[in-house]
């Protein structure tokens, strides 16, 4: 009988002109899942022509030429879902087609439903709906509409508006600070040729990771490889992992003044540490003991005994080594609120870290890395980034090392962290404490 790591043991099939097929065994889950990743370097040239692609293929192929065909059909497979969005890791850009359907086993018939979705998956990404030889004129400027609409719209949802603000002005010279889904100026300039033009260079340049996740039978994989084997492939990119490791000469303070009930404070920080660097999971723990729950020190001291925050958290983007502390706070409070934060990393870094602290922060983390395997996309979403880093850690790995950390790795760690840049949102009238 396979114990649940077995299960979810990573293999790589195959690997041809720039097209991995990796399959994640796993009885697990009642659903097969199809993922298909696209990578290119975060450019401004590049991030909204990428972003819009996926938009303008879900509309429609050559056979299913309506959204309305397309859900029809997967419809009649028992309800199989197809998505697809665009993400970001560090500098990293990253166009995701997924498709999940019920595994034949479970439908009490005779059913082949793999040969039905895969064959949909397939034809989104390789057989689009054309008019003379290029993307449909209705589709794409409906799509420009609602990516013009998504990206303004952002705007709205203050709390993560203010981290992606931070991220943006923090990394303001380099790539990470290119949105995922571009910039609203770039839309316009895109017309159905220009973007079908990108979309060649797409399939024949980029990378791309497929992830099986599921029960898949030795024929559907050979199948699946024979298909993106058969994708006319020209010279693909080597994705770089970008510029992870900077020490800051000055502290960037931004001021932003909009109609909000409540002032938003980020603090981005420079880690200086990969995931694959020796120390990372030393990080993992560090950042769970500053911000990454009810047993953190930002929880326990900025919020519950000074009460200077509504929330306060931190997080990691792991792929350009970025920390970011994020709280909602009075405005009045701003420089009191910098000034304990940064006496809780100091703590830190002083190796003022109690054994409840640790143990808690590593029990944390502990629950977080197994809730992942409970859930399909995220066992694929973990093991894409797996692959990312170049690291080979599957969950019990990743446990093991988290749980290894000393109180000295991570107070030692501390020396590497730097404060970068002080976003700061606040009201119109909304005044700082002096």
């Known amino acids: 009988m396979k114990t649940a790591a077995q299960e979810e043991k990573l293999i790589r099939v195959s690997s041809q002109k720039g097209v991995n097929v990796y399959y994640i065994e796993t009885d697990k889950f009642k659903t097969n899942t199809i993922n298909v990743f696209f990578h290119d370097e975060l450019s401004r040239e590049r991030a909204t022509l990428n972003a819009l692609l996926p938009a303008v293929l879900r509309r429609g192929t050559e056979k299913l030429p309506t959204q309305q065909d397309i859900a029809l059909f997967l419809e009649e497979q028992y309800g199989a879902v197809f998505d697809c969005y665009v993400d970001k890791k560090g500098e990293r850009q990253i166009m995701l087609f997924h498709m999940a359907y019920i595994a034949d086993k479970y439908t009490g018939r005779d059913t082949k439903l793999f040969d039905n979705v895969f064959g949909l998956l397939f034809d989104i990404i390789t057989a689009p709906a054309l008019r003379n030889g290029c993307f449909r ?36 010279n380099e790539p990470f600070g290119i949105y995922e889904y571009g910039c609203v100026e770039d839309i316009e300039k895109i017309t159905p040729d220009i973007l079908y033009r990108h979309y060649a260079k797409f399939l024949e340049e980029l990378p791309v990771d497929v992830f ?102 931190s997080m990691l983007e792991s792929f350009k080594g970025l920390m970011l502390v994020t709280c909602g706070i009075d405005g009045k409070n701003k420089n009191r609120t910098i000034d304990l934060v940064k006496a809780q990393m100091d703590e830190i870094k002083n190796g003022v870290i109690s054994d409840h602290e640790i143990n808690s922060s590593k029990m944390y983390l502990e629950n977080v890395i197994r809730s992942m395997r409970d859930n ?59």
């Open 376 to 434: 399909q996309f995220q066992t694929v979403s973990f093991y894409l980034n797996q692959v990312i880093a170049g690291t080979n850690d599957d969950f019990d790995d990743l446990i093991g090392k988290v749980n290894a950390v000393t109180k000295q790795e991570v107070s030692e760690l501390g020396n590497k962290i730097f404060l970068d840049t002080i976003y700061f949102l606040t009201t119109k009238d909304g005044r700082e404490e002096i």
């Open 212 to 313: 099986l996740s599921g029960s898949f039978t030795d024929e559907e994989i050979n199948r699946v490889v024979q298909k993106f084997g058969e994708m006319k492939r020209g010279f693909w990119k080597n994705i770089d992992a970008g510029g992870i490791y900077r020490r800051p000469d000055v502290i960037k303070e931004v001021t932003e003044k909009l109609d909000v009930n409540q002032s938003k404070l980020s603090l981005g920080f420079r880690t200086n540490t990969a995931p694959s660097d020796i120390d990372y999971h030393a990080l993992m723990v560090y950042n769970s003991i500053l911000g990454g729950g009810i047993h953190s020190k930002l929880f326990r001291n900025v919020r519950e005994k000074e009460g200077l925050a509504y929330y306060v958290f």
């Open 137 to 172: 004129e209705d589709y794409t400027a409906q799509e420009k509409e609602n990516l013009r609409r998504l990206i303004e719209g952002r705007i709205n949802e203050k709390d993560r508006y203010a981290i992606e603000r931070c991220y943006e002005e923090m990394c303001s």
